[in-house]
């Protein structure tokens, strides 16, 4: 078991929470980037990025790496990683789905591992660090040095590839459950939120931060990186999953679409428009 050291800021109870959450959704996270159009577009959002900024024989640390559908793809751009995740479960899935692909050929390790403590990995020792689908969300007041280690451990040259849920985006994709908040908490609570993007305001059982992709940016230049590209994880996929549908089913239409929708979503307008903010950094020397 990973022992959960408390940070300065970030108390071990919001450490201890967001690895049992994850523990107890299990397989249902593998389903996130397949069950529905919008998820099969942040997939590829995402897939691209790698495939911009991974170069066969690149050493990767992936964090927060889940059941594993980007270990796959890293391993397919023949990255060696090594996998890690908070949650023992997620970790245990991880495992269980590449065992017997050709994947797992790539994968260097696997050990538990919380974003917020780096310091069992040498300074520079990695050509890319990968953090996807949100574990700088769960850093909460120790994220800008939870970034900092990222970079430190990335080779001069070498790539962070990180996405955090989206403020804006959510509650674009998802009105209806913002305004069910306020009414069952009270509009000051529906306030702090929409100002912090922190859902410890809420309580329950999946607490994390949200972002406006400014406040991306500003974290990993304060953190002493510099930002090579920022990308919205969706931009005309979240609204009408029956018109997509349609479009989905024709190869040539579908192909057409995601590179429409890969370049919308790199707009400054799109940035905050999707579920996640992507951001592609290298160290600054
Ligand atoms: C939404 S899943 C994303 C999984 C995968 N990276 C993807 O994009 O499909 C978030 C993952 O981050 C992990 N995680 C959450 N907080 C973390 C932390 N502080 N350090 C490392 N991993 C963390 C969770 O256990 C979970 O597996």
Do not use: K
């Not at 911009?52 to 024989?57: F, I, Q």
């Not at 900092?148 to 990335?154: D, K, P, Q, S, Y």
């Not at 509650?171 to 459950?177: E, K, L, N, S």
């Not at 990993?220 to 009408?240: F, I, K, M, Q, Y």
């Amino acid at each position: 078991m990973l022992a959960l050291v408390p940070t300065p800021d970030r108390s071990t109870a919001d450490a201890e929470r967001t690895r049992d959450y994850y523990d107890r959704l299990g397989r249902l996270e593998e389903d996130r980037l397949v069950q529905d159009v919008a998820g099969r577009v942040s997939f590829e959002v995402h897939r691209r990025l790698l495939a911009e900024h991974v170069r066969a024989g690149d050493r990767v640390l992936e964090i927060g790496a889940g059941p594993g559908r980007f270990t796959a793809e890293l391993a397919r751009l023949g990255a060696r990683v090594v996998v890690t995740d908070l949650s023992p479960v997620q970790l245990d899935l991880n495992r269980e789905n590449l065992t017997g692909t050709a994947d797992e050929g790539n994968v260097e390790r696997r050990e538990l591992l919380d974003v917020c403590d780096l310091s069992r990995y040498d300074d520079y020792e990695f050509d890319v660090v990968v953090a996807y689908g949100g574990p700088l969300s769960y850093a909460f007041e120790a994220e800008e040095s939870a970034v900092r280690g990222l970079l430190r451990v990335t080779r001069s040259g070498g790539r962070v590839l990180a996405s955090v849920m989206s403020m804006l985006g959510t509650w674009r994709h998802a009105p209806a459950g913002v305004t069910a908040l306020a009414e069952a908490l009270g509009e000051d609570v529906n306030d702090r939120v929409l100002a912090t993007g922190d859902l410890r305001h809420v309580g329950g059982e999946h607490q994390c931060r949200m972002f406006r992709a400014h406040e991306v940016v500003d974290l990993v230049e304060r953190a002493g990186g510099h930002v090579l590209a920022t990308s919205a994880s969706n931009w005309a996929s979240l609204a009408d999953p029956d018109v997509l549908g349609r479009v989905e089913a024709d190869p040539d239409r579908w192909a057409r679409f995601l590179d429409h929708e890969v370049q919308a979503c790199r707009e400054p307008g799109a940035l905050d428009g999707g579920t996640h903010v992507l951001v592609a950094a290298e160290p600054r020397p």
